[in-house]
């Protein structure tokens, strides 16, 4: 019995293609834990009473999706590896899952050998040791990961365009934490910071700058676009030179537009182009938020005397709902607010967002004749006020018939 000893979760709606895997499992030795809607599997697998060698889920299920079960569990830990079973046109979204973190997928109808060997492989690869997600489990951010991974182990400059708050810096370091060059320094400048950026990089009167300090590691300098010209040639010269430190340069997506309109020297910018990594916003990344929320929960919480239970689910939703303009830093200063101000056990959606001032009410459009009145009502008032009162000589400036002006001032209520 291979799986002997082994808790597989299975998410699987179908009851004979269910069944048959149910039972196959269990004459293998496995423990099963069959689950036939994404409610009740997020529900088990959050907290599950034992730990969990392998989840088989179906990509559709009946109240929601696999993908919806596996970014869930992403957001509040580590999951279990997951072995995704999917028609073929389901096909894009499976290989979506893997590069977000899942272990693997097959197409549907399998044979049931060769899903047993996948399974087992899928088990031996979560017991060897792996870093989990350092930017997100999104799709995205885990392919900004690949590429930082795969720049570290080039030489060449590298641009890292986004926009404030999406973890420039973050990527910066990484690309150094996984290079050759990791031992040496990392040192960092914001151009938008320092008036003297370019005697703090080369250094100035006997000091020694920021280059010099890196000497073998890395120079990340953050809003390339923002140095002088003079900056921007002497850290050409320093690239082409290709001695000293690596060098990182970082920009808002608008780098382009700088460069045309003369911020930014062509030169350097087709120079650093090639290598470039573009990190995209958190409001096109609503999993992320709730990955970092997550995150930054565990350790905002850890240093409260009285401990909350988690996030609301309806927090959960807003989170992903927002659309961040301050992508991580936002988040970061409005978790911070709510962590301090909540009451309850669980956060909720209005300790992270402030309740919107009421909208003043719209004036209700009324029917046609309370308007016809109204108008009927203030011109008589007009021609009364004009004669002092006076009834026939109203009707005169009105050019209606003295009774006729009585009537629709009865009518009006303006008898009186």
Known sequence: MILSGRTIALVEDDEIMGGSLHQRLKLEGARVIWHKTLHRAIGALRTPA??????????????????????????????????????????????RL???????????????????????QVIAT?????????????????????DAARLAERDDPVLILGEGGTGKRRIAERIHG?????????????????????????????SEGLMAEAGEGVLFVEQIAAASDALQARLLEAIWADEGPRILLSNTPDIVAR?????LRADLYYHVCAF?????????????????????????????????????AHAEMALRAHDWPGNGRELRARLARAMALARGTHLVVS????????????????????????AERAHIRRALEATGGNVSDAARLLRVARTTLWEKMHKLGLSG
């Not at 049931?112 to 996948?118: G, H, K, N, S």
């Not at 995209?280 to 239970?309: C, H, I, K, Q």
């Open 50 to 95: 034992q730990p969990i060698d392998a989840v088989v889920c179906d990509i559709r299920l009946p109240d929601g999706s696999g993908e919806a079960l596996f970014t869930t569990l992403c957001a509040h830990g580590a999951p279990p590896p997951f072995l995704f079973l999917t028609g073929y046109g389901d096909t894009e979204q499976a290989v």
């Open 98 to 120: 893997l590069r977000s973190g899942a272990a693997d997928y097959m197409l549907k109808p399998f044979d049931m050998d060769a899903f047993l060997e996948r399974l087992m």
């Open 126 to 146: 979560a017991e060897t040791p792996r870093e989990g997600p350092w930017l997100g489990v999104s799709a995205a951010a885990r392919a900004v990961e690949e």
């Open 178 to 206: 996984l290079s050759e060059r990791r031992a040496a320094p990392f040192r960092a400048i914001d151009l938008t910071r320092r008036r003297d950026a370019e005697d703090a990089i080369f250094g100035a009167a006997g």
């Open 259 to 263: 460069r045309d309109a003369g911020q």
């Open 276 to 312: 470039c990594i573009t990190v995209p916003p958190l409001r096109t990344r609503p999993e992320d938020a709730v990955w970092l929320a997550s995150r930054l929960f565990a350790g905002m919480n850890a240093r409260r005397e009285d401990r909350l239970s988690g996030l609301g």
């Open 351 to 374: 300790d992270l967002f402030e309740q919107a001032e009421p909208a003043e009410p719209e004036t209700p459009i009324e029917p046609l004749a309370e308007a016809r009145a109204a």
